[in-house]
């Protein structure tokens, strides 16, 4: 079974450090690279920001890929439609898939709607990107959040009715055994 360490954003050791090739910093948009540093199983969000930057793995501050750049070898990247595919504002057609997925012990990152869990009073005039882990056991670990707030860990509901309302778009990715 898959298993990392929730991690932070905003933890003081990365989160004034620029993002990338941006002028943004880890701690106000780095929710994906964070995503992707547990994904990897590491406990250091600033060296796979490097280890991006050294693998072309930006776009000024965006993530020019949704794959890992070869970080690991334990976790591979599978690309598919629902990546480049965004449903804002509209239910996530693909939760059977996403169900599958998790059930198959695979973790995903998936895109949530933000302001449902952080901002409830705008969130549905509002909208800002935000990714989180999506654990095989259902779990959200959320890279907002410090850990002394302890809401690292979070259900996926947290961000909408349903999973149809809560995820925007899945990226998946296979353990390797």
Known sequence: MFTTKPLSQRDVLWKDLKLGNGACTIGSD??????????????DVRTMD???????????????????????KRVKYIPNTTDQSRYIRTAFPDTAKLQA????????????????????VIWRWAYAMHFVLLMPNG???????????????????????????????????????
């Open 30 to 43: 780095g929710c994906l690279l964070t995503c992707f540093t547990m994904l990897c199983q590491s406990a």
């Open 50 to 72: 490097m280890w991006r930057m050294a693998h072309n793995g930006y776009s000024g501050a965006m993530a020019s890929t949704f794959s890992l750049l070869d970080a690991t």
């Open 101 to 120: 997925h998790l059930d198959a012990g695979n973790p995903a990152i998936i895109e949530v709607n933000w302001y449902r869990r952080f901002r409830p």
């Open 139 to 177: 779990q959200v670990y959320d890279p907002w959040p410090l850990p002394s707030e302890g809401q690292t860990v979070c259900n996926l509901l947290e961000y909408g009715k349903d999973i149809a309302e809560a995820v925007v778009r899945a990226i998946y990715y296979e353990v390797t055994k």
